[in-house]
């Protein structure tokens, strides 16, 4: 799978251990974000990842900030983007089922590294159910376009 990564200054390290753990799960992943703690403007990387998921350049993408929320909220501008805060597997499995999330995202500030690798793992090996949620989905893209 091709998967694009991007993360703030609150997150370089988990965000490094990350594309680490995707490289050893025999990902191709490429970094948007940044490896520093210097203060950046999350929105442009938000924005940044949200459009190259949506063009299909990647088969999805992983947002990292403080919180995962600031820049999922950026992420989520882009038309087609269904980025989602998940804090737990529980949440990653069911916004991948239900809701066919394109993009990832969580707080370095929230979770820990393992929990991160668990949240990551569940995201990548849920299929999305269709169906009912895919009559959904068409209504979200529908208020995308008004």
Same mark, same amino acid.
């Given at each position: 799978?091709?998967?694009?990564?991007? #993360?703030?200054?609150?997150?370089?390290?988990?965000?490094?251990?990350? %594309?680490?753990?995707?490289?050893?799960?025999?990902?191709?992943? =490429?970094?948007?974000? %940044?490896?520093?703690?210097?203060?950046?403007?999350?929105?442009?990387?938000?924005?940044?990842?949200?459009?190259? %998921?949506?063009?299909?350049?990647?088969?999805?993408?992983?947002?990292?900030?403080?919180?995962?929320?600031?820049?999922?909220? /950026? /992420?989520?501008?882009?038309?087609?983007?269904?980025?989602?805060?998940?804090?737990?597997?529980?949440?990653?499995?069911?916004?991948?089922?239900? #809701?066919?999330? #394109?993009?990832?995202?969580?707080?370095?500030?929230?979770?820990?590294?393992?929990?991160?690798?668990?949240? =990551?793992?569940?995201?990548?090996?849920?299929?999305?159910?269709?169906?009912?949620?895919?009559?959904?989905?068409?209504?979200?893209?529908?208020?995308? #376009?008004?």
């Amino acid at each position: 799978m091709k998967i694009v990564i991007g #993360n703030d200054h609150a997150a370089p390290d988990m965000k490094k251990e990350i %594309v680490k753990y995707l490289e050893e799960l025999g990902h191709e992943v =490429v970094n948007f974000g %940044v490896d520093t703690t210097e203060s950046c403007d999350y929105p442009q990387i938000g924005q940044k990842v949200g459009r190259a %998921v949506a063009a299909g350049e990647y088969d999805c993408g992983i947002l990292i900030c403080g919180t995962g929320v600031g820049i999922s909220i /950026a /992420a989520n501008k882009v038309k087609g983007v269904r980025a989602a805060v998940c804090s737990d597997t529980s949440t990653a499995r069911l916004v991948k089922q239900h #809701n066919n999330a #394109n993009i990832l995202a969580f707080g370095a500030r929230i979770v820990g590294i393992e929990k991160a690798k668990d949240i =990551v793992k569940t995201y990548l090996e849920t299929e999305f159910e269709g169906g009912r949620h895919q009559t959904r989905i068409d209504m979200i893209h529908a208020i995308e #376009n008004e």
